[in-house]
């Protein structure tokens, strides 16, 4: 049944609204002065009556006025929920329980007011709240509100118009006969009742069919739209109850609720708490209907009246004791009218900033290793931050860390090579940018310096010579670096480069070795195809020592007179031309010389830093000198004469180097006490033979925030990650399972605390940076001079080998030519334009 929801002047101006009990019955109010209806037009502001309303309508704003509260606490943003009704509801219910053990004189004062700006300002003042309140806050709207405790301000002045919601129940006479003309002056019934007389009774009255107010599923979202449309202010007053008041209320809704059972009834009593509800608005003459309607959202059953003649406003805008005295409410009530709103996944604009949620922190569930490389931190179960190691032999299993740019990849990096340090274990960092070499490298402590060898790709004045083919069979080597020209070229075979391209790289430098022993180097390769007449002599000298190969090039080339051979030519030189046209890269790979003997460097636990300047000397360049140096390291690692110290290999945006070596460090790092760190983006970047053998063979996977397509597959590779997606991951935290030598543990939440550690030491040591640094770049100037005669091998050079071979050269034996005062690039294409002329 339904009731007409317009208030009611009440018959009985003593009995107050909160009376109980049926009474005699009253007649209907005179039809010529009804009470107008909230929502109505009001009069003509001189046709406006006398009192409180009409007060509130032309009375200018007071000034503000009453003490200050003694705490206020601001809600600072919402955290978007997927379930957005059931978090708001979990606020209220919250935050009621928590009312409800606060002593008793203690209140709250919920506020949601609309500014011109449009922001909507939600405020929580308390008074005689316990200290521990503000955490109680913190915990009634953890996932859902993020609360911050300001300085108590004055309270704003009332509204010019104010309205009071209070349920229909209490404000609409009970227990009217239908056989009277109980109606209103337009004509509708008051409350429907059912007049039949109970058998047994003695003529005893049934109850009303009105109900109290149910909560209503709501998020809450729309009312604060509508304050912000309306330029409205809403206010709660909140305090426990008295134990009479209770009584009192436990009476009054068993008698005047209607419809629900008696045992629903005290459920929906709980405990009550004393409450008022306002709304208000600045300008205009009442409340405006939108608002009303939203209020309606939260609960059902309400109607919206002035305050009564006998009450002061500011008073009740105030909240005192006095104010809420005689007003306990069913805690039913309470829990649909009392909402903070909560917001949903999606959300429009709406006044207060909405925020997607951080994931709560995993805790680690086993026993974690004592001694080992730290990584950072943990919470255990009873969240007190635990230290997190990885064992040295562990490490050898290999570390796949994930992670979106900036999630904290490099700083877990430089935190493992610190620990490492500290453990005098040898590491190699390849860093495609620099930074991390940088940052590693303002962090040595004067200690470990020592040890360190700095390679910065881009120095041309201390450039550190490397030539794979040093010392090493050049057929085998020869295969090596074509596995890594196809990951550069042609990553998927499509025919860039193929078996002529290798037969021709094959010959070249089978030659080159011949001309040039342990000093011939890739960068000669389009030297010696710049020209037949160049290819001619080669050959002759060649000839000398190899008469097979010989052969095989005077037929292949220099006898070939085909229209294409130019063009041939010219296709294998330009792709050493694209690797080595940099004075950089030249300077590296074309002395001929390796600077650093990285077998050496492992089997001494010393550490090498690898700056490939990628900004500075192309991506293609910086990822074939990588290769390169991870190709040095998988044939040291088969060298090894001890494997019980173990060495890291960390490589930095892991993806740029599918091939060299890292697939074979993967596979059988481990047999060698060699462990792999491979820092990488997401699981899409890395190749098909990449990817399968870091899924096989990295047993520690740290997964920081990744994207939203990622993540599931990030979640997936950890394996057993129970905190929610990992798009949410906030900065510097990550889903990490270890390895450990009792098998792999569950997934829980590291905080990488490497930034707050190195802080402390540059304070506690202020001078340590700059002495390390001193020390690493001594070492550098002193790694690159002492290899002596570095120019680039030319042209020159070739020429000068090929008539020592021959006979024609007196004794100054090869070495470095005089400068041309041409580029190599000059030569090059002049050359190119040889070999055309003569084909011609």
Known sequence: MT??????????????????????????????????????????????????????????????????????FRLDHLLRQADAPAAAQLF???????????????????????????????????????????????????????????DPVVDRPRPAVLREAVPAVREQPLFLSLTRADLTPEGHALVLTDTSEVPGTGGLRPRALGTWPNPLACSGMDLLRTLRSTGGVLRIHLAPATAVERLMLQDQVLTTEGRASVEAMMGYMGTPVRMRMLLGV???????????????????????????????????????????????????????????????????????????????????????????LRLGTAPDASGRPVTVRLGVTQACQHVQVLGASGAGKSTLAAGLIASALEARIGVTLIDPHGTLVSRVSTELTPGSAHRVHVVRTADLEHPTPLNPFAGRDCEDMVGEVLEILYAIFDPRHEGIIGPRFERLFRQTMAALRILLED???????????????????????????????????????????????????????????????????????????????VAQVVERGEVLLIDLAAPRIGADQAAFTGMVWLMEHALAMGARGSWERPHLVVVDEAHLFQAGGLSELLAEGRKFGVGVVIAHQHMGQLSASLGGAVEANASTVVGLRSS????????????????????????????????????????????????????????????????????????????????????????????????????????????????TGRSFLDELLKSHQTVSEEDE
């Open 282 to 372: 600045d300008e205009g003459e009442d409340v405006p209907a939108r608002l009303e309607v939203a209020v309606d959202g939260l609960a059902s059953d309400m109607l919206y009246r002035p305050l009564g003649d006998e009450e002061e406003p500011d008073a009740v805008w105030g909240g005192g004791e006095d104010a809420l005295q005689g007003h306990a409410v069913p805690q039913g009530m309470a829990r649909g009218l009392v909402k903070v709103p909560a917001a949903g996944i999606r959300s429009d604009v709406v006044g207060v900033p909405c925020l997607l949620p951080t994931i709560p922190d995993v805790p680690v569930a086993q026993e974690l290793p004592a001694t080992g």
């Open 708 to 819: 939203i397509r990622d993540a599931p597959r990030v979640e997936e590779r950890i394996g057993t990650w129970s905190g929610g997606s990992l798009s949410r991951l906030p900065n510097m935290r990550a889903a990490t399972t270890l390895a450990t030598p009792k098998g792999q543990t569950q997934a829980f939440t590291l905080t990488i605390d490497h930034n707050e550690r190195a802080e402390r030491q540059r304070m506690l040591h202020p001078d340590w940076a700059e002495r390390a640094t001193a020390v690493t770049e001594a070492r550098r100037r002193l790694t690159s001079s002492s290899q002596g005669g570095l120019s680039p091998l030319g042209s020159a050079d070739v020429d000068r080998a090929v008539r020592r071979l021959c006979g024609a050269l007196s004794q100054d034996g090869p070495g470095p030519a005089a400068s």
């Open 519 to 597: 000093r011939a180097t890739l960068t000669l390769v389009p030297q010696v195809l710049a020209s037949r007449q160049r290819i001619k002599d080669v050959t002759d000298a060649v000839a000398t020592r190899d008469a097979e190969l010989a052969r095989e090039l005077r037929s292949e080339l220099v006898d070939n007179r085909s229209s294409d051979f130019s063009d041939i030519l010219a296709w294998v030189s330009s792709k050493f031309d694209r690797l080595v046209r940099s004075s950089a890269m030249r300077a590296v790979f074309g002395s001929g010389y390796r600077a650093i003997d």
């Open 92 to 150: 209220t219910n919250r935050l009621l329980n928590v009312l409800a053990k606060q002593p008793l004189g203690s209140r709250l004062t919920l506020t949601m007011e609309a500014e011109r700006n449009g922001q909507v300002n939600v405020t929580l003042a308390a008074w005689g709240v316990g200290e521990p309140f503000g955490g109680d806050l913190v915990w009634c709207g953890e996932h859902t509100h993020v609360w911050e405790e300001v």
């Open 3 to 72: 009731t007409d929801s317009r208030p009611v002047p009440d018959p009985d101006p003593d009995s107050g609204p909160a009376a109980s009990g049926p009474g005699p019955e009253v007649p209907p109010p005179a039809p010529e002065a009804p009470s107008p209806a909230p929502g109505a037009p009001s009069p003509a502001p001189e046709a406006l009556p006398s009192g409180p309303v009409a007060t509130q309508a032309l009375d200018p704003r007071p000034a503000p006025s009453g003490p200050l509260p003694e705490r206020l």
